[in-house]
């Protein structure tokens, strides 16, 4: 199979095109695995196409996908994650109950989103994307002498991801809450109103990271 890893470009002349095919992934995603996301298909299935450019061009946030070249077809979005960052220490911080460890010096990222098609499961498309996101953060501190913290979060009963995590070299650093998990990947705004029940609140996600 052919498989490239690429970061999206946010060029106005592709963006209508890219958030039409992070669009298409991201509800699939949805349909395909609800369970691995706090958001529904119901609730993204109706915004509108300048919905889909915004999170495109957020300036803190950087997507990364992988393309599978069908022969003689459009290219299909298969795979897809985001980085954001860099972040300050404020916005990196978690309550001390989290026991997140943090390396002062340290530029800071959080990754979040990671999502493979069904189809393309097993073939090692989520490690390589990963990988794609490193080379990332590598040329872009190329220049500088700091080291790199990337963090994610992530269900204890994610087994697969999890293994693959740690084969990429990602520690366990400690527990985190849904809220927590939103508040990080800059979706506060999916947190319902008012009072948040325990399934923000319960301290039981996993927190994961690597410095690089």
């Known amino acids: 199979m052919s498989y490239q890893f690429i970061h999206v470009d946010k060029s106005a002349s592709v963006l209508s095109y890219n958030a039409k095919k992070y669009r298409d992934l991201r509800l699939r995603a949805l349909k395909e695995s609800p369970e691995a996301f ?10 509108a196409g300048d919905v889909w450019e915004s999170r495109l061009l957020d300036p803190e946030k950087e997507t990364f996908v992988c393309v599978y070249n069908h022969p003689n077809q ?14 300050t220490a404020a916005e990196f911080a978690l309550p001390p109950e989290s026991g997140q460890v943090v ?4 530029e800071k990222w959080h990754m979040f989103s990671l999502y493979t098609s069904k189809s393309h499961r097993g073939k090692g498309v989520g490690s390589r994307l990963c990988q794609r996101t490193f080379q990332f953060l590598s040329e872009k501190r190329a220049t500088q002498a700091t080291n790199v913290t990337l963090r994610l979060m992530v269900r204890p009963d994610n087994e697969i991801s999890i293994r693959m995590y ?3 070299g990602f520690l366990q650093t ?8 939103l508040r990080a990947n800059g ?8 009072h ?3 399934k923000y609140t319960t301290r039981y996600g996993l927190i994961m990271a690597i410095r690089l």
């Open 103 to 106: 390396h002062s010096g340290d």
């Open 38 to 47: 706090t958001s529904t298909w119901d609730v993204e299935s109706s915004f």
């Open 196 to 198: 948040l029940g325990e």
């Open 174 to 181: 400690g527990k985190c809450t849904v809220e927590e998990g």
């Open 166 to 168: 740690q084969g990429l």
């Open 74 to 87: 459009d290219p299909e979005w298969v795979a897809q994650v985001t980085l954001r960052g860099p972040l």
């Open 187 to 194: 979706e506060a705004d999916l947190l319902p109103e008012g």
